[in-house]
Nanobody, 122 residues
């Protein structure tokens, strides 16, 4: 079992930055890595980025590529999402989740955090 807790969300102006954290505990060694998803009101949950604990492989959705950076600190069992050049369309609840392999579908993520709100004002 894996537990995940997100933090770092908040209100930021267009063009600003935020860094989200995903603190994992439990049997992370039995997982591949962590992905970030977001869901805005009235929209489906959207894949944002993922990273592998062991190999550091990262992958991004086109909508955030070049603006967001995912990283991990294995010693802290923590994954970060650095979000730069934020836009109003980035406004959503951001959640992290563990996965057994490189997937972009939320169906392949087994454990989820509670989510953290990111709001980008115009």
């Amino acid at each position: 079992q894996v537990q995940l807790v997100e933090s770092g969300g908040g209100l930021v102006q267009t063009g600003g930055s935020l860094r989200l954290s995903c603190a994992a505990s439990g049997r992370t060694s039995r997982t591949y890595g962590v992905g970030w998803f977001r869901q805005a009101p009235g929209k489906e949950r959207e894949f944002v980025a993922l990273i592998g604990w062991g190999d550091g492989f990262s992958y991004y959705a086109d909508s955030v590529k070049g603006r967001f950076t995912i990283s991990r600190d294995n010693a802290k069992n923590t994954v970060y999402l650095q979000m730069n050049s934020l836009k109003p369309e980035d406004t959503a609840v951001y959640s992290c989740a563990s996965t057994r392999a490189v997937y972009t579908s939320s169906a392949y993520y087994d454990y989820w955090g509670q989510g953290t709100q990111v709001t980008v004002s115009s």
